[in-house]
């Protein structure tokens, strides 16, 4: 019979985890086998016991035999046989066998009702009837459960007493039987029957002291309030220094060509993979490696609270739904933490806190760039234009960006400019490069890169790095304070003259930057997918006067942000070599060429050797 050294947590009978289900399942085998072990043992007392019943002796002289033996039987059958079939019938068949959880499928369904709720056409009176049933129905499972729970691990403490307490009986029975021969049982007999009854008295004393703890714990937890059942109604505010999570999601799977299905099941993540254990699983198996991969949320389905996970490669997403907002942003911000592979340094809860104080701070100026030296890029390392730079260490941000800039988190498509482009004979580029324009089809350069435009600001300066890095921590400490997780993929076109942002689906350019006017640009050196670009523009607010303005516009590819710097320098290189014949025709000499005579680049954003000229 397999020995059971733990008992079930009534804490954890609301959660339902699949590690209380494995656990659960050991004591409900443990009760099983309890169950045939017992049926065996009374067969065997009832053998004993109708053996005793029917020794008798016909001879006269010992009739008093015959009595002794007669006294023995009525002793076997009340202090042997009695208590296991009292065991069997009232702790065994009565109370742990019989009492099922009969409300699992109804709380099933009732979620499954509450994840349908549509979201743009919200019933509060429908929506309010489902959260109430829901809430029933996981109050009903959580009593049930509890009260399943308290009979198994009451089942623990009694199992021992319950076999104890026959073999005790017979052995009393014995020794009145054979009370003559007493002076041949030794002191240790008495002892040992003394030490076995204490033991016998001290489990049943343990059993009403865990039987009491049991009821109080089962009467504190039902005390609380209404809203700990109900969907979506956290108390706690959101942990987003959080590197890893445990919980039931919603994911979408496809179940043919064009349609879909739901499943909820329950995800947690482990070092820097994203685990699934679906029901009845012993052990949980990865689903996706969260290691540079991108979290963001998304509108699907007509479901709230989804969100898209993404591999690095572009070649593996997952939808999953959350039960409720915290636990929405909470994944969403766990998964990005473990994406930024904050679980391999020394100290990740330390990191992580670290991390959101400074998106907190980041939107508030700082008195300078060398107190923020460890978190700041290097210059060094990204590629950039070959502008004249001033020393980092001479500009405070306020000379950079001025306090309380806003900042644009999307480019929006003027419908005037949208109705011209659209237009019969209008420009419209395709996904391979080619357009209609003569100044990008007579381009030397022609690069597409797959980039997500995270957000343009002002700056007051226009030819130093240290703009676009101060710019990229704010944006970036701006999304994450005001939870804009959703961005939205678009083609970014690097030719000789100009970059243009072309919406994938429409092929319209969203907007165009002319190359002469981008004055500064550069990677990120920790987040290799960040870049970002100063635009110079002509600002006649004063007086008439034309005075220069700039803007960081910062992107985020998924390739390496500084293929895309580099393919703008050499861009600046071919405006500039154009003004002198023989630069170019070095240039080109220096440089493989397609058949067209235009400048041939090879690693693509997949990270193969594939021609990459549009």
Not at 36 to 51: C, D, E, H, I, K
Not at 462 to 467: F, I, N, Y
Request: charged share 25%; hydrophobic share 35%.
């Amino acid at each position: 019979m397999p020995a059971v050294h733990h008992k079930l947590l009534l804490e954890e009978a609301l959660q339902d985890s699949p590690q209380t289900r494995s656990l659960l399942s050991v004591f409900e085998e443990d009760a099983g086998t309890l169950t045939n072990y017992t049926n065996q043992l009374l067969q065997s007392m009832q053998r004993v016991f109708g053996a005793q019943v029917h020794t008798h002796f016909h001879i006269d002289f010992i009739s008093e035999l015959n009595s002794l033996h007669s006294e023995l039987a009525t002793q076997y059958a009340d202090k042997m046989v009695f208590p296991m079939v009292q065991f069997r019938e009232k702790d065994l068949t009565g109370t742990t066998l019989t009492l099922k959880i009969i409300c699992f499928h109804s709380h099933e369904a009732a979620m499954v009702k509450y994840s349908r709720l549509p979201k743009k056409r919200e019933n509060e009176k429908i929506k309010a009837e489902v959260v109430r049933e829901v809430a029933y129905c996981r109050r009903k499972q959580h009593q049930a459960a509890m009260q399943y729970y308290c009979a198994l691990n009451a089942l623990q403490y009694r199992k021992r007493a319950a076999v104890l307490e026959p073999m005790l009986g017979y052995t009393h029975a014995q020794i009145n039987v054979f009370k003559k021969g007493m002076e041949l049982v030794s002191k240790k007999m008495d002892s040992f029957l003394s030490s076995v009854s204490s033991m016998n008295q001290s489990i049943e004393s343990q059993l009403e002291v865990e039987a009491e703890v049991m009821r109080s714990s089962q009467r504190e937890l039902l005390s609380v309030d209404d809203s700990v059942y109900m969907p979506d109604h956290d108390q706690v505010p959101v942990n987003r220094t959080l590197i890893q999570k445990a919980g039931y999601l919603n994911i979408r799977n496809k179940t043919g060509l064009v349609t879909t299905a739901w499943d909820r099941l329950f995800f947690f993540t482990q070092g820097g993979n994203l685990m699934c254990q679906p029901r009845g699983a012993v052990a949980g198996g990865m689903v996706l490696d969260l290691d540079n991969s991108s979290v963001m949320a998304i509108e699907c389905e007509d479901r709230r609270y989804c969100f898209q996970i993404t591999s690095p490669n572009g070649k593996t997403s997952l939808i999953l739904q959350a039960e409720s907002k915290k636990e929405y942003e909470e994944w969403i911000c766990t998964l990005n933490n473990i994406s930024r592979q904050i679980y391999l340094t020394d100290n990740p809860e330390a990191v992580a806190i670290r991390l959101h104080q400074t998106a907190l701070q980041a939107v508030t100026p700082i008195t300078s760039f060398e107190k923020r030296a460890e978190g700041s890029p290097n210059p060094d390392r990204s590629v950039a234009s070959r502008e004249p730079q001033k020393a980092p260490a001479t500009l405070e941000p306020e000379d950079l960006i001025v306090p309380g800039t806003p900042i644009q988190f999307d480019i929006v498509l003027p419908v005037s400019e949208f109705l011209d482009q659209n237009r019969a004979g209008a420009r419209r580029t395709n996904p391979f490069g080619e357009t209609e324009d003569d100044d990008t089809h007579d381009s030397l350069l022609q690069q597409v890169f797959a980039v997500r435009f995270l957000g343009s600001m002002a700056v007051r300066a226009g030819h130093t790095q240290e703009v676009i890095y101060e710019a990229m921590r704010q944006v970036l400490a701006a999304r994450a304070i005001h939870n804009i997780f959703k961005t939205t993929e678009s083609h970014l076109m690097v030719t000789s003259t100009c970059i243009r942002l072309i919406d994938p689906q429409t092929q319209v350019t969203k907007i165009s930057f002319q190359l002469k006017d981008v004055t500064q640009f550069a990677a990120h050196q920790e987040n290799s997918r960040l870049m970002g670009f100063v635009l110079q523009g002509s600002d006649w607010s004063n007086g008439g006067e034309d005075q220069p303005s700039f803007s960081v516009f910062v992107f985020e590819s998924n390739t390496e942000g500084e293929k895309i710097c580099y393919t703008i320098n050499l861009g600046k290189e071919i405006s500039e070599a154009k003004k002198d014949p023989e630069a170019l025709a070095q240039l080109m000499k220096s440089m493989p060429l397609t058949n067209d005579g235009k400048f041939l680049l090879l690693e693509s954003e997949t990270g193969d050797a594939v021609e990459h000229q549009y």
